[in-house]
């Protein structure tokens, strides 16, 4: 344990008071160098908001004085929240005027004015330091004014345009994409000030939509000279002398499933039916580790990225081309260095042996999950005749997969069955198809593999007493749950056991009662946005979501960087050099690599998420005054969002309801007219026409289909501020 933490844990006992510096010294028996870093030290920790310095210069937690630290969420309206650092605390809202010169994702220390009650969703607080600075540069539009430019930001959670001053525009025209370099940061009574650095284009051009994006998540979009040499250099060929280190599993029947356009294969299959009636599963995970050594320049670089990302036109891998889909991808017929988990799991779903090796395999088949749902669900003749050799091998496997499915729901596993976007291109990046992406018996059997994997590696390296990165996700507030509770009573369902400690079954319990019903996937993602997110640690707090113990990331180290650390740390173990220095070391990397991790996922899946939207929008351009069927997907004062069966989502403003009154129902998620009781609530079915798009802001405005002058109005009420805010008063 690192002075910080000491410090951390000896400040957090219960009978603790503030301390002097000398006092903290004393109580943690510090050596003589360690007292020499003792001020700078905590120094650092009153910096970065861990500690509180008193008027009588004592330290303390910021906890302990009504603070918080965290990261700041911006909200389009102004208002944001603190997402503490602490992840056990609640989120605590700041209100526009307290944000005190905060942006979108900051670090800031807030003071706590007024604690989460019954009828408030959360504490709130005002802004009282920044710490650290997220947005160093800010994508946007600019536009020119007679003396000055400006831009006005593509993320709309940072809501002041950033002041360009003449000097500065660098050769900007107004309605083209930039990217603006800030030196001076907002306060109360002044925008930010920077200055353009990249001119991307017009905001109309082709591919200057998806690299806006890009730049606004600050993602690589090439890998530095000295990583791209570093990965040239890696031999596409196994040595001899290496296959000789391993067991050797080339004559195994062994095969790939994954999507018809993957490149990056990193995890393969294979399963044996024994004697004893047992399943013998095997898991071959690529071995990256064994090209990409740590803190070599791959590694930093890898590290520094976190994730692939996978944008809807594109892929930002982690690795570069040579491993991600050259040596280290599981490509058919070729010899790949591989970690196999080898799991004999009995008829009930319990693995009652398992084994860890170093090996290589020769995957035989290159399969898509396309190609076996076909054969599985459809039994194609054709398809069965090309792969006879693998036909068994499927038909165990679907076997296999539904007894591990069947055990994770005895236990309470939660199955979100939510849909998900599969967006179509064409050569040009318009989008041609939007459908929901269909998850047929292939995926289920490599899902199940992979947790099972998962599960047992996590276990395995639990008991080992190795420091570890888990993959956890912890319980949900009591709260959160009594919120979801009330939400669901709209619908005639309720919670069992409520009000105590929520158990992963009773939430399993609602989710078969709602399967097949039109609220599924509206109470699907209520629930799913009740609980809380899953992250990376050092500890093994369990995986509430999946009802496990122990579960950890190992499956995808192409394109995820825990599964890499991981994978190093199970071969050290495999080979006995976790050493006392080399344990402590974990202990000290691990948590602060976790939450990088963590991080980095984050705003992978963000980015993921705003180039779907975007494509979803354009794709809609050419729908106006079209009419779909749709279900409310969700409920503001300003309007409610409908759902269509291809997943695109668009909103129906209060102001083009005309028919009455409607007053926004909060408890009930719902908008109730005044005069005829009308309601609107989460759930309905609704026919809507399509009324207009802004690819500015990926919105799409939707009106109920037999309002044919609602699409008239929201035209109108665009024309003048004025118009717009009297109308939308109309709802609040």
Not at 11 to 19: E, G, N, R, S, Y
Not at 82 to 91: A, F, H, R, T
Not at 447 to 463: G, K
Not at 564 to 588: N, S, V, W, Y
Request: glycine share 6%; charged share 35%.
């Amino acid at each position: 344990m690192d002075l910080h933490e000491r410090i951390l844990e000896l400040l957090a006992q219960k009978d603790k008071m503030p301390l002097y510096e000398e006092q903290i010294a004393d109580e943690l028996e510090l050596t003589d160098e360690e007292a020499k870093e003792l001020k700078a030290t905590l120094d650092d920790m009153l910096g970065d908001g861990r500690l509180i310095l008193t008027k009588k210069k004592k330290y303390g937690l910021p906890e302990d004085f009504g603070y918080r630290a965290g990261r700041l969420q911006g909200s389009p309206k102004g208002y944001g929240f603190l997402i503490p650092d602490n992840n056990e605390l609640e989120d605590i809202f700041v209100p526009a005027e307290c944000l005190n010169g905060a942006m979108h994702n900051d670090r800031v220390l807030v003071k706590v004015y007024k604690s989460a009650g019954k009828d408030s969703r959360a504490g709130e607080g005002e802004v009282v330091r920044v710490l650290q600075r997220a947005n160093k540069t800010v994508v946007g539009t600019f536009e020119m004014d007679k003396y000055f430019g400006f831009v006005v930001p593509d993320d709309k959670r940072i809501t002041q345009d950033i002041f360009i001053p003449r000097d500065e525009i660098n050769g900007a025209k107004p309605g083209f994409k930039v990217v603006a370099e800030l030196y001076r940061w907002p306060d109360n009574r002044r925008n930010p000030e920077g200055r353009i650095i990249e001119v991307l284009g017009h905001k109309d051009d082709v591919g200057t939509d998806i690299l806006s994006i890009i730049r606004q998540f600050e993602l690589p979009e090439g890998f530095p000279a000295e990583v791209a040499r570093a990965a040239e250099s890696v031999p596409q060929e196994i040595p001899e002398e290496e296959i000789r280190k391993r067991r050797d599993l080339r004559n195994m029947k062994i095969f790939t499933i994954d999507g018809a356009d993957a490149k990056d294969l990193d995890d393969a299959v294979s399963i044996e039916k024994l004697e004893n009636g047992n399943y013998l599963l095997g898991v071959h995970i690529a071995d990256v580790s064994h090209y990409v050594r740590e803190k070599s320049p791959l590694d930093l670089e890898a590290m520094k990225r976190g994730t692939s990302v996978y944008l809807v036109d594109r892929v930002i891998p982690m690795l570069p081309k040579e491993l991600s889909n050259g040596i280290c991808s599981l490509n058919p017929r070729e010899d790949r260095l591989t970690l196999s988990v080898f799991m004999e799991i009995d008829i009930n779903g319990d693995v009652v042996d398992y084994k860890i090796e170093e090996t290589v395999i020769r995957s035989v088949e290159r399969m898509t999950y396309e190609d076996v749902n076909r054969i599985l669900e459809d039994g194609d003749p054709e398809l069965i005749m090309k792969y006879s050799h693998l036909i068994e091998d499927f038909r165990q496997m679907e076997i296999l997969s539904k007894i591990l499915r069947n055990k994770r729901m005895r236990r309470g596993s939660l199955d979100f069955d939510i849909d998900e976007a599969k967006i179509t291109l064409d050569i040009k990046g318009k989008p041609v198809d939007v459908k929901a992406y269909e998850r047929g018996v292939s995926n289920r059997i490599i899902e199940e593999f992979m947790l099972v994997c998962n599960e047992t590696i996590a276990e395995h390296m639990t008991w080992s007493e190795v420091p570890f990165m888990y993959r956890v996700h912890e319980e949900p507030t009591v709260e959160k749950m009594l919120d979801f509770n009330e939400f669901i009573h709209n619908f005639g369902y309720h919670l069992k056991g409520i009000g105590g400690e929520i158990h992963p079954k009773s939430l399993q319990d609602l989710l078969e009662k709602i399967k097949g019903t039109r609220e599924e996937d509206i109470i699907s993602a209520v629930m799913l946005r009740s609980l809380k997110k899953a992250r990376y640690s050092s500890e093994p707090l369990g995986h509430f979501g999946l009802a496990a113990k122990y579960y950890t990331h190992f499956t995808s180290p192409i394109r995820r960087y825990p599964d890499l650390t991981i994978h190093r740390i199970i071969k050290e173990f495999l080979h006995g050099e976790i050493t006392e220095d080399r344990a402590e070391q974990l202990e000290i990397t691990l948590p602060e690599l976790a939450d990088h991790c963590s991080l980095r996922e984050r705003i992978a899946d963000e980015a993921e998420r705003e180039t779907d939207n975007l494509k979803k929008a354009e794709f809609m351009l050419d729908k106006i005054g079209l009419d779909y069927e749709g279900i409310i997907s969700g409920v503001t004062n300003y309007g409610f969002y409908v759902q269509l069966e291809n997943t695109v989502e668009g909103l129906v403003r209060v102001t083009a309801l005309d028919d009455d009154y409607y007053v926004y129902n909060e408890k009930h998620y719902c908008l109730i007219g005044e005069r005829t009781k009308k309601v609107y609530r989460l759930g309905d079915t609704v026919r809507i026409k399509v009324a207009g798009v802004d690819l500015a802001t990926h919105n799409i405005d939707f009106v109920l289909a037999d309002d044919l002058q609602a699409e008239e109005r929201i035209d109108t009420s665009r024309q003048t501020k004025k118009n717009k805010k009297k109308k939308r008063s109309k709802g609040r």
